[in-house]
């Protein structure tokens, strides 16, 4: 799949300092993903779960790049306060829609930082006794993990640095870059920014 060139996204792409990772290889990527989860979970009609809002740019591509029968549901969650938010503790707003007792999931994430919010969600997903319970994450930051937790499908590793695209935000914003990249200073202090504005 093709996008626009950069230019075209005007005051979005203005703010963008360095693209770190391109369209197209985003896309190859998850066309690779896409034929090996449909290989390894083939027969097993498998129930892709994303928790809101993130995901939703890769999931709809990971979709996409399955060849095979697969479901789709989604969480939503908050934080209690920051405080509870650093241990990784998040409050279900929207819970899934179908059980998945006996089913084969997995748990996919646009972007892992901590890992305290996929540990949390893997702990209360494993409760529910599942058949299997494996995570697929398009973009890592190891160098900021507190929380290991084996991924079975990853995109691409990234450094530690604020990152925007591909479902990627800053203050909601960036999200519909179809590349992952890196804002300029100005862009974090901009009252174009500014959700209030
Ligand atoms: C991102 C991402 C994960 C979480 C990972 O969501 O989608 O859910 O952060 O961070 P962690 O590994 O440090 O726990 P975010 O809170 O930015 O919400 P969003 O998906 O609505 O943008």
């Not at 027969?43 to 029968?69: E, H, Q, S, Y």
Request: proline share 6%; with cysteine.
């Amino acid at each position: 799949m093709s996008w626009h060139p950069l230019q075209a996204y005007g005051d979005l792409a203005a703010d963008v300092r360095e693209v770190l990772i391109s369209a197209d290889q985003i896309h190859q990527r998850v066309l690779e993903l896409g034929q090996a989860i449909s290989h390894d979970y083939a027969g097993l009609n498998p129930l892709l779960v994303g928790v809101l809002k993130g995901v939703v740019i890769f999931m709809a591509d990971l979709l996409r790049a399955i060849t095979i029968p697969v479901e789709v549901d989604f969480l939503a969650v908050s934080s209690y306060t920051a405080a509870l938010r650093e241990q990784g503790v998040v409050r279900l707003v929207k819970d899934l829609e179908v059980p998945i007792t006996g089913r084969h999931v997995l748990f996919v994430e646009d972007v892992i930082d901590t890992g305290l919010t996929l540990n949390y969600l893997l702990r209360t997903l494993r409760a529910r006794q599942p058949a299997s319970l494996e995570v697929c994450v398009l973009f890592d930051k190891p160098d900021r993990r507190l929380v290991d937790t084996p991924l079975k499908y990853l995109g691409f590793e990234l450094p530690d640095r604020y990152i925007v695209g591909c479902g990627l935000d800053f203050r909601e914003r960036y999200r519909n870059l179809p590349f992952v990249g890196l804002l300029k200073p100005a862009a974090f202090n901009s009252s174009a920014t500014d959700p209030q504005r």
